[in-house]
């Protein structure tokens, strides 16, 4: 094995690498921010992996760890290595009378698995369809779409440990999934990288059609026997109605998550803006739309220079050609000061600054 930095092969015994220098990420990142990064390699398997982490000049700088770059703002060039997960491959690992155990390596697009499992029957995905992004990441914030978070099918990763290279599994427990969060957003931040993501995935479908957007487009679609490849349709119909495609617009889907209220501070609000969205929670507080706080804030639509609101859904900050990720970090900071100062409501940013 031999290594050097510039645009130099990285022998391995599977494959050879390059690692380039000075790389632009905006084909990397869906909010299409002109970021470089010093370095950039892709790996394909778990030991080209290893090599990078070890070799001696690249092992000292800072790591970033790049699925699909959706859940992401770079606002500064990033002074380290960008390692590009490429690893692929979906099997069946276990089955039982009501599962089936589907592995996924960590660089699967995550809607093209999402739709292997569909089409098989493999229930509980479903209404997960269409998000972008890797298998990787879907653990990161535990994705969640339409009355389903993948916390609800999720059953162990496999990752390795940067410091000591071993590979360690987490169950359910372990990961501590909460709202758009995991253990790997907070304690254990940057100290793994996901290879594979197993979920228990039904037999026999639980169809969750609470969120009444799908029933709706349902009757739209005129399905009269329910399907997960429907449910999945419907999802797609809706998203691709409300939010902007990367691919025409750069954004990062939501960029703040719903805020969390006490049931009394929703009251109050409520005798002042009578309106107001709010969803009523198990542990008795209000989850809060963001999306309304920021349009009662007048930002739907709005646009500072290149960086803007996005006209139909107000909770997704988008990119409307060239503009820096810091301008777009400054809106959200703008409108996050709105909404405290007319509702007293502290936003929190869903998307990964960097
Ligand atoms: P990246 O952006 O590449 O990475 C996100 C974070 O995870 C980074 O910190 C990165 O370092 C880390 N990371 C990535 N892979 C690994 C790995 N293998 N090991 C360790 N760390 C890793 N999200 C939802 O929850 N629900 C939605 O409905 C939704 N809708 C969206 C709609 C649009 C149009 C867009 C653009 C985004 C949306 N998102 C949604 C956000 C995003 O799609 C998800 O967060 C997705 O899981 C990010 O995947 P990614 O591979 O692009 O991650
Ligand atoms: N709303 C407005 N104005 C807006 C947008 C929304 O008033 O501009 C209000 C509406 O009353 C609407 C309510 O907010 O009924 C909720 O809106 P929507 O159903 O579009 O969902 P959301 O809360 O904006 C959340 C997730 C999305 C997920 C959808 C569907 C968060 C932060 N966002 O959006 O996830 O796809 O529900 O389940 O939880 C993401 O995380 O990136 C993401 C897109």
Request: glycine share 8%; charged share 20%.
């Amino acid at each position: 094995m031999y290594f050097e930095i510039g645009i130099v092969n990285f022998d391995t015994n599977s494959a050879t690498m390059t690692v380039q220098e000075n790389y632009s990420l905006k084909k990397f990142n869906t909010f299409g921010i002109d970021a470089y990064s010093r370095y950039f390699a892709t790996f394909n398997t778990v030991e080209q992996l290893k090599e990078l982490l070890s070799d001696n000049k690249l092992g000292q700088t800072e790591r970033l760890i790049l699925g699909g770059g959706s859940n992401i703002l770079f606002t500064k060039n990033f002074d380290g290595i960008t390692l590009k997960n490429n690893l692929k491959g979906i099997e069946i690992v276990k089955e039982d009378t009501n599962h089936y155990y589907i592995k996924a390596a960590a660089g699967e697009v995550w809607h093209e698995f999402v739709m292997h499992c569909v089409n098989n029957n493999y229930a509980g995905l479903e209404n997960l369809s269409l998000i972008p992004g890797c298998v990787g990441a879907s653990p990161m914030q535990n994705i969640g779409a339409y009355g389903v978070e993948i916390k609800d099918s999720f059953f162990e990763l496999e990752a390795l440990h940067i410091a000591d290279k071993t590979i360690q599994t987490f169950n359910n427990a372990d990961c501590k999934f909460g709202y758009r969060e995991s253990v790997f957003k907070r304690e254990l931040k940057n100290q793994f990288i996901i290879l594979s993501v197993t979920y228990r995935l039904n037999k026999t479908a639980n169809f969750n059609t609470s969120y009444g957007a799908i029933e709706k487009e349902l009757e739209t679609m005129g399905i009269k026997e329910l399907n997960i490849q429907a449910i999945s349709k419907a999802v797609c119909n809706i998203r691709s109605s409300k939010l902007p495609n990367p691919a025409e617009i750069g954004n990062a889907g939501s960029f703040f998550k719903n805020p969390e209220v006490s049931r009394h501070k929703y009251e109050s609000l409520k005798v002042s803006f009578p309106t107001i969205v709010g969803y009523e929670l198990e542990n008795g507080n209000v989850k809060l739309a963001a999306g309304w706080l920021i349009e009662q804030c007048g930002w739907k639509g709005k646009t500072l220079g290149d960086a803007g609101v996005h006209k139909l859904q107000a909770l997704v900050l988008v990119n409307y050609a060239n503009a820096k990720g810091k301008e777009i970090y400054d809106l959200s900071q703008q409108i996050m000061d709105s909404v405290k100062e007319k509702y007293g409501v502290e936003l929190e940013r869903e998307v990964n600054i960097l």
